[in-house]
């Protein structure tokens, strides 16, 4: 086994294969650029060397300088993740060159799935099913439109260096294909360098079936069952899921048969994947073969029980697999949710930002969270805009779906748009919980999927006024150091403070004006036309609230404009609106003067009908064996006094009637 390896790549997944190296003794060396200097995945490796500028251009994808920082380590082996220099002939082969062991396949196997079309001439050779199609090297325009005519409408244009949905175009009458010839060539040559396309038959309702297989050096291949990637945006995977629903073991077989037949057809090593789209009808065809550790595979570790990452490490350093095809054992279903900042109502266009606030759902056997970056990190413009994978496990579809779904609600970050609301309606809409699915699935459930989790003003204000509040007194209560002080209780009551609040909270785009009653450690709250009383308690940034009997805990998080206040049904952003101190208008400061607890008034301070400032105090009560003084709330006059001196008052009785401003 390797003493040293040197891992390739940033972010989550040079976090994950770290971690299994450090389980296995294996030392590991991080490569970073300027915008990673602090990153996680430099943290937690044992040494980290320095590669270049932010953009992967002049950093990542430099094989050469990844290679010498190898060298320089003395790393014996080098993991390239994925993306990046994962499917790169000439880096493994560079690599090898070294005596560096590039933790991958050999670089013919690379070379011969890079393309598309070459890659489905072998499959076609090896007898592994192919979806009808043209994949020849002549790309004379009217060629390829007679292939079109002859396989019948609707056809799909590939390009053949494509990946992650680039350069791709559905075609569906002969009077589009020209257009989008031209369309997905411009797509293909900025993004490959290379305008060669294939044509082939579009399904209209096929499943993205994917067999995971493994290869050693002795000989033996073997799958690790299948993942549905079917739910997709723009060709890109968003959740998936193994086993996929409703795979009979029959067919399963036939698949995984197919897809180690596809990877002996290429000599290949190492972890692959190997693509299937899967029709209606049962029937099958060979889609691509990804010569690298998929993005989803926690989702097979997951019912396998095994790590990936360690076979790979083992199967690089001339180990046998661990396992036979009879030993593998599927347990339980397991799904992938992959959290983006990304904006899900803008076309998923990718969103930058802090992450001022980040807080994943707890880890357990059944939650997984796959991540590179903590609290305080930047999602920039240089990289993919993942934040993390979210994978939940248990023993069947159903309840691991319900984990899910509490892991979604359960997940906050602040400080950037994420698609996190927009998981938590697919992953809890009807047809996906019933798992009818589909490559069209997202664009078939649009308004299922898009409708806003959180649209409930009257439910929410009241929320954020009392959040807001809370946080208030508990600044107040942390720069006092008496642990005996009234302001360390996270009561309603505080000394000196008016017990009607009034504020303005913008939300939803608007400010509304909120009024919070203190009646013992009942807060009555008045917004958005109606009344609420709630009881709270605020605890570090963990929110209890008690809507008269109902309770439920949510996060408070400062964000850099104002706060985020998360709830199992989502996220509320407010800040306060500053009081307009210039112009006092009298109104309302006299609601509320009311007894914070049970008590006894010991005192009356104020003259009926003198004027007093602002603050001045005007009566003195005693509960719990402590004196607590009500003050003006603005300047005006008391009208009356309700109580003497020895009177006996209940919590949240009106003590007095003030007018503000008033002579
Ligand atoms: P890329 O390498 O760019 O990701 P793929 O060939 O893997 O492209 O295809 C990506 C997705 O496009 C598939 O998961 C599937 O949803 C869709 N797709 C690809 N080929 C077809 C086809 N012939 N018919 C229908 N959908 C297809």
Not at 193 to 220: A, I
Not at 600 to 606: D, E, F, H, P, Q
Request: with cysteine; glycine share 8%.
């Amino acid at each position: 086994m390797f003493n040293k390896i040197l891992i390739a790549n940033r972010g989550e997944i040079a976090c994950r294969v770290i971690k299994t190296a450090r389980r296995m003794g294996i030392a590991t060396v991080a490569v970073y650029s300027d915008a990673d200097r602090e990153a996680l995945h430099v943290r937690m490796a044992d040494e980290a060397i320095h590669i270049g500028p932010a953009p992967a251009r002049e950093s990542y994808l430099l094989g050469d300088r990844i290679l010498g920082a190898a060298l320089a380590t003395h790393a014996d082996a080098v993991h390239p993740g994925y993306g990046f220099l994962s499917e790169n002939a000439g880096f493994a082969a560079a690599c090898a060159e070294q005596g560096v062991i590039f933790i991958g396949p050999p670089t013919g196997a690379i070379e011969s799935m890079g393309s598309k079309s070459a890659a489905k001439r072998i499959m076609e050779e090896a007898g592994v099913p192919l979806v009808p199609g043209y994949h020849g090297d002549d790309q004379d325009p009217e060629l390829l439109r007679a292939a079109a005519q002859d396989m019948g409408y609707p056809v799909l244009l590939k390009a053949t260096a494509g990946g992650g949905g680039k350069g791709m175009r559905q075609v569906w009458s002969a009077g589009e294909f020209d257009e989008a010839l031209a369309a997905a060539k411009r797509e293909s040559a900025a993004s490959f360098g290379d305008d060669t396309m294939l044509v082939e038959k579009y399904l209209t309702k096929p499943r993205h079936v994917e067999f995971q297989v493994f290869c050693d050096n002795h000989g033996n291949g073997i799958y690790l069952a299948e993942r549905d990637c079917s739910v997709q945006r723009r060709h890109q995977k968003v959740i998936e899921e193994a086993p996929a629903p409703g795979m009979s073991e029959a067919l399963r077989k036939e698949m995984g048969d197919a897809a180690v037949k596809s990877a002996q057809a290429i000599d290949y090593r190492g972890a692959g994947t190997v693509e299937f789209l899967l029709d209606e009808d049962g029937s099958f065809y060979f889609m691509e073969m990804n010569t690298r550790l998929q993005v989803e595979h926690p989702v097979t570790e997951m019912i396998t029980g095994q790590d990936l990452v360690e076979w790979q490490l083992l199967v690089a350093s001339g180990s046998a697999l661990p396992l036979t095809q009879d030993q593998v054992r599927i347990n339980g279903h397991a799904f992938e949710a992959r959290v983006y900042a990304e904006d899900p109502d803008n076309d998923f266009l990718p969103v930058t930002g802090t992450l001022g606030f980040l807080q994943p759902p707890e880890e357990s056997a059944h939650v997984r969270v796959d991540t590179g970056v903590r609290q305080g990190d930047e999602i920039s413009v240089y990289y993919d805009p993942m934040i993390a994978k979210l994978i939940v496990w248990d023993e069947s579809r159903e309840r691991a779906l319900q984990r899910l779904a509490s892991a979604l609600a359960e997940y906050r970050i602040g400080g950037t748009v994420t698609n996190l609301d927009f998981l938590y309606n697919l992953a809890t809409s009807r047809p996906f919980v019933e798992a009818e699915l589909d490559t069209g699935f997202i664009d078939k459930h649009s308004e299922l999927i898009f409708h806003e989790r959180h649209q409930d003003l009257e439910r929410e204000l009241p929320l954020a006024a009392l959040a807001l509040l809370l946080h208030k007194q508990q600044q107040g209560a942390q720069s006092c150091l008496d642990p005996w002080s009234p302001w360390q209780r996270n009561n309603a009551w505080r000394l000196n403070e008016p017990h009607a609040h009034r504020l303005t909270l913008h939300c939803h785009q608007q400010d509304h004006p909120v009024l919070v009653e203190q009646r013992g450690e009942d807060y009555i709250i008045t917004a958005a036309g109606r009344e609420t009383r709630l009881r709270g308690e605020l605890q570090d940034d963990t929110l209890h609230l008690d809507a008269e009997g109902h309770r439920q805990r949510g996060t408070l998080a400062r964000t850099l404009d104002g706060f985020t206040l998360y709830l199992t049904e989502g996220a509320c952003h407010f800040r306060e609106v500053p009081p307009d101190t210039g112009e006092a208008d009298g109104a309302g400061t006299d609601a509320g003067l009311a007894a914070p607890m049970n008590g006894t008034i010991v005192a009356l301070l104020a003259e009926v009908g003198s004027p007093v400032d602002a603050d001045a105090p005007l009566l003195v009560m005693e509960a719990m064996k402590m004196e607590h003084t009500i003050r003006a709330p603005a300047a005006g006059v008391v009208q009356s006094f309700y109580y003497q001196p020895g009177d006996l008052v209940d919590g949240g009785a009106e003590l007095l009637d003030f007018a503000a401003g008033e002579e």
